[in-house]
């Protein structure tokens, strides 16, 4: 029984600022690819860790576009919800979003949330969504699901490889789960795949789709990941790199980028001389601005989170 995985959709009508040629019509070639090679491969169903949207709710037109395209998967689709499909990373709204929308309008397109499973002969398989809890303490890479079969897990969170300059993430080494192969989403460069000592597999092929013109999406292959279940006990995986996808340099300019460090230099020598009396650095980062005024006013960690998750439905809002 064979699966294909593939990372972070981020489907959207209009162009990221960085992108030269035309996104929308780029992700549905590839997505036809996807189909093609689930009917090659003669997979049971194509799974993705979600962030099929780019935002909460698109346009009616969009909707309909990608809703069609959709319709022409050959097989089970199975997803759960991404950090970018719900508002202010609140799974509660979800009732409320074009992914369930999408779900409502495509048979074969499924959500599924934490506390559902998939069971076939061999396998089962489980979803962890983005939440507020995702990454806190390790949380989102185990299943709940106790049986004999050979369990996937599916999660939407920040499992890397490499330690981050950010403070919410979980390390492979670090995870506890009794899954013996969690495939993640979110971050978009993914690390392909990882076996660890014990017998745990972890793959991240990455996202389907490049949105920012850092180096690392530059450079990184677009690719999808063929599951091959043999039995109750063993599995193969493998990384498919997509012939469709164009490469990073063809369709990314960084220009805009460049143009940023540039602002960014700017304002930090601006900062300099105008750095205050008590010889404090003056914040420019939103981010750190929040953080530091939370800092000086013992603020609890609840309201600062929450305040930082409006900030960045507010950034997604303008995008």
Known sequence: MKFLFVGDLHLRGTNPRNRTDDYKEAVKVKLQEVFSLAEKHEVKAILCPGDIWDRPEVSIGVLVEFMQVFRECPVDFYTCAGNHDIHGYNLDTYDRTSLRLLAELVPKFRVFSESQVMVYPDVSITFSPYSGRMDREGHGYDTYWKDEHLKIHIAHGMLLDHTPPFDRFTLIQDVKTTADLVLTGHDHHGFGIYRRSDGKVFCNPGSLTRISASTGEIER????????????????????????????????????????????????????????????????????????????????PDVVRKTLEKIQEQRLGAA
């Open 221 to 300: 292959p677009i690719q999808v990941a063929l599951i091959d279940v043999l039995d109750k006990q063993t599995f193969d995986i493998q990384l498919i790199p997509l012939q469709s996808a164009k490469p990073g340099s063809e369709v990314l300019d960084r220009s805009k980028i460049e143009a940023e460090k540039q602002r960014q230099y700017a304002m930090e020598e601006f900062a300099a001389l105008i750095q205050t009396g008590s010889g404090e650095k003056v914040l420019l980062n939103i981010n750190d601005i929040v953080e530091s005024i939370a800092a000086k006013e013992s603020l609890a």
